[in-house]
Nanobody, 122 residues
């Protein structure tokens, strides 16, 4: 099974940018989609963005379109989430997940990272 480790979180000012990374290792099949999800304090986990294994297809939550960009480097087994124009309400723990389908449904992902905290301050 693929193991995932997120990094790049931290404290960011509102209006600023951040870049999250998701490093993948292990697994017998490299053809997996990767999704980013987040859980804000007191809220349920929500979908952020996803990318297909061949990079041909991406999917974004409506509020993230135009602000967030998902990308991947299959040669390095890395997936990235570039976040711009950050808002206070983007404060959350961000998780990357791997699965067979490029979807916004969390149940479709088989492997999850431990998460990285992003805090947006005013």
């Amino acid at each position: 099974q693929v193991e995932l480790v997120e990094s790049g979180g931290g404290l960011v000012q509102a209006g600023g940018s951040a870049r999250l990374s998701c490093a993948a290792s292990g697994g017998t099949n490299a053809n997996y989609a990767v999704g980013w999800f987040r859980r804000a304090p007191g809220k349920e986990r929500e979908f952020v963005a996803a990318i297909s294994w061949n990079i041909k297809f991406t999917k974004y939550a409506e509020d993230m379109k135009g602000r967030f960009t998902i990308s991947r480097d299959n040669a390095k087994n890395m997936v990235f989430l570039e976040m711009q124009s950050l808002k206070i309400e983007d404060t959350a723990v961000y998780y990357c997940a791997a699965g067979p389908h490029t979807t916004d449904e969390s149940w479709a992902y088989d492997a999850w990272g431990q998460g990285t905290q992003v805090t947006v301050s005013s």
